[in-house]
């Protein structure tokens, strides 16, 4: 199981509609209002099985189909590492997608961190660092 938010002291191990719960309260929390029109930036860290598996275009295209912008890209550590931009909403649903992931991937960690909109329209694959 995937263990949410630990880089804001967070450490929610268990059950996804546990991390879903609190990931709904945290990014009800983090907005300024709390309109269903919040927009919401959102930069992630995926650990776990998730390079060579397709990760990188199955995110992309939950992006494009949701509507949020940002980008994507593998670090040398063998993590993924996003920034995700949106409606409060998408961008919940891009981060339960990240916690899901293709088959072949397995997720064992996904960290969050509040962040700036991103300067490019659209979602991106980004060169590896």
């Known amino acids: 199981m995937a263990t949410l938010w630990q ?29 269903e029109e919040d927009l919401t930036h959102m930069r992630l860290r995926i650990e776990g ?32 590492e996003a920034l995700a931009s949106g409606e409060t909403k998408a961008v919940e649903a891009l981060i339960t997608a990240c916690m899901r992931g293709p088959a072949g991937s397995k997720i064992d960690n996904v960290e969050l961190h509040n962040s700036k909109a991103p300067e490019e329209k659209g979602f991106h694959r980004r060169p590896s660092v």
């Open 7 to 35: 880089g804001y002291g967070y450490a929610v191990s268990g059950l996804r509609s546990l991390q879903l719960l609190v990931l709904r309260c945290y990014l009800h929390a983090m907005s300024d209002n709390h309109s």
């Open 49 to 80: 099985r998730v390079q060579a598996v397709g990760y990188r275009n199955f995110i992309i295209a939950e992006a494009q189909r949701l509507g949020v912008d940002g980008w994507i890209r593998n670090r040398s550590d063998g993590t993924v």
